[in-house]
């Protein structure tokens, strides 16, 4: 198998996880950078002596020629409109580019901005892969197409839980949300809370990147439906799940299957998928969806109002009060509805 080379952005603590999820997915680590200052060479030869040291991110990104940039932690880039140019440089040239974060990380840098323009016909923040996001995941789109069947939902839970090392509690919060709105659409009101580690808890917290701990939210939809997610990025193993519940029953979503159950509790379908469980589930998620971007890539098509949903739920902490993803998109100068 021919190895897809790449140049990886990163943590010194997320080592161990790349070089897992680069044997998963088939990548060849040829270079390597981070922000920590003067560690960038250390970390390169991490991954072996020849592979190259970097030290700036966005000078990267418009020369490079590997076949993937990966950010597995892009530390403030993403949250500038200016970044969109140095990504702009990379996809024009035909490099793919997959972040563990949200990228762009806020609505108020879409407006306007170079992030919307197109490059090769599809908005450039379209072409970013979310790789810690789970919504094209075999299990996910199957039990998606028993929606029909299943019929309305009146309430839904949705989990996603991950180490330290696979990204930020945003990157958790994002996830969750991205699934709460491929199952149920864009929330009318959510009111979240979250707990930061010990450690942490006299930082301020005013961008999703900066986020760390667990986060709970009450969420009310429309047509007197309600939800609640818990996201967490301080409890292994990573995992994501969704319990919805409707006049059809019941349906459990996880990473490796489905089951859906009627009111009376005999299964109508299910699916259980066999996974290696020697692998850290972590690794082999992100690398399969990495694997599944760079064969067959399909644009995002909901990456703003996700992105607003996870940004309303920090809002909500941060304030101590409701809030709504339409008022953070009025706000941001976006339209609702519209595929950012």
């Not at 952005?9 to 920590?36: F, H, K, S, Y």
């Not at 016909?121 to 299943?150: K, W, Y």
Request: charged share 20%; aromatic share 4%; proline share 6%.
């Amino acid at each position: 198998m021919t190895r897809i080379q790449t140049v990886c952005w990163l943590r010194p603590d997320q080592v161990q996880l790349v070089r897992a999820l680069a044997e998963r997915a088939g990548l060849e680590i040829v270079a390597a950078g981070t922000d920590e200052r003067g560690r960038s060479a250390a970390l390169a030869g991490e991954f072996g002596p020849n592979v190259r040291p970097e030290s700036d991110l966005r000078a990267l990104l418009t020369s490079v020629e590997s076949g993937l940039v990966l950010l597995a932690d892009p530390g403030e880039f993403g949250s500038e409109h200016t970044d969109a140019a140095a990504v702009a440089a990379a996809r024009t040239r035909g490099v793919a580019v997959c972040s563990l974060e949200p990228m762009p990380n806020s609505v108020s840098v879409l407006d306007g901005s170079d992030w919307a323009e197109p490059v090769d016909g599809t908005p450039l923040l379209a072409q970013i892969v979310n790789v810690a996001s789970p919504e094209s995941t075999r299990s996910i789109d199957e039990a998606h197409e028993c929606m029909d069947s299943f019929g309305e939902i009146t309430a839904i839970a949705v989990s996603a839980t991950a180490g330290p090392e696979a990204g930020s509690l945003g990157a958790r919060v994002y996830a969750a949300m991205n699934l709460l709105f491929l199952f149920a659409g864009l929330p009318e009101i959510i009111s979240a809370a979250i707990v930061q580690p010990r450690k942490l808890r006299s930082a301020r917290v005013d961008r999703l990147t900066h986020m760390h701990g667990t986060l709970t939210a009450s969420v009310r939809l429309s047509d007197h439906r309600a939800a609640t997610i818990l996201a967490s990025n301080q409890s292994q193993p990573w995992h994501h799940g969704i319990t919805i519940l409707g006049p059809g029953g019941r349906l459990r979503i996880w990473d490796e299957g489905f089951v859906w159950t009627d009111p009376s509790g005999r299964i109508v379908d299910e699916l259980r998928l066999e996974v290696d469980h020697q692998v850290d589930p972590a690794a082999r998620h992100l690398g399969e969806r990495i694997g599944r971007a760079m064969e067959s890539p399909r644009p995002r098509t909901s990456h703003g109002l996700v992105l607003a949903m996870a940004e309303t739920a920090l809002l909500s902490a941060r304030t101590g009060n409701a809030e709504s993803p339409a008022t953070l998109l009025r706000v941001a100068g976006s339209i609702e509805g519209q595929v950012l």
